[in-house]
């Protein structure tokens, strides 16, 4: 079974910077796609980013692009989300979320579903 770990959360200045990690275990496949996610207070969740283990391509949200950057460290069975120049607006709690068998520059795009999900990170921005 798939274990996904969040953690990196805070508080956080407008204009400041967190990077959050996700740390993943118990891979029964050679291939996995981790997403990122956001639920700020009354909104529905939110796709931030995704990438799979295979290569460093990634896909993200649009209006993520830019100041969000996923990354990983395939020795730590680890993924990031360093998040740059932060907004009130992106104050939500953050989660991770993983994809078996699925190569995300095969299909174009990130998993329209995922199999497992992490507890979740707050990340509160505010002066």
């Known amino acids: 079974q798939v274990q996904l770990v969040e953690s990196g959360g805070g508080l956080v200045q407008p204009g400041g910077s967190l990077r959050l990690s996700c740390a993943a275990s118990?891979?029964?496949?050679?291939?996995?796609?981790i997403g990122w996610f956001r639920q700020a207070p009354g909104k529905e969740r939110e796709e931030v980013a995704c990438m799979d283990n295979s290569d460093d391509k990634a896909y993200y949200t649009n209006s993520m692009r830019g100041r969000f950057t996923i990354s990983r460290d395939s020795a730590k069975n680890t993924m990031y989300l360093q998040m740059n120049d932060l907004k009130p607006e992106d104050t939500a709690v953050y989660y991770c979320?993983?994809?078996?068998?699925?190569?995300?520059?095969?299909?174009?795009?990130?998993?329209?579903?995922?199999?497992?999900w992490g507890q979740g990170t707050q990340v509160t921005v505010s002066s």
């Open positions: 118990g891979f029964t496949s050679d291939y996995y796609v």
């Open positions: 979320a993983a994809r078996l068998d699925v190569i995300i520059s095969v299909i174009g795009r990130c998993p329209g579903e995922y199999d497992s």
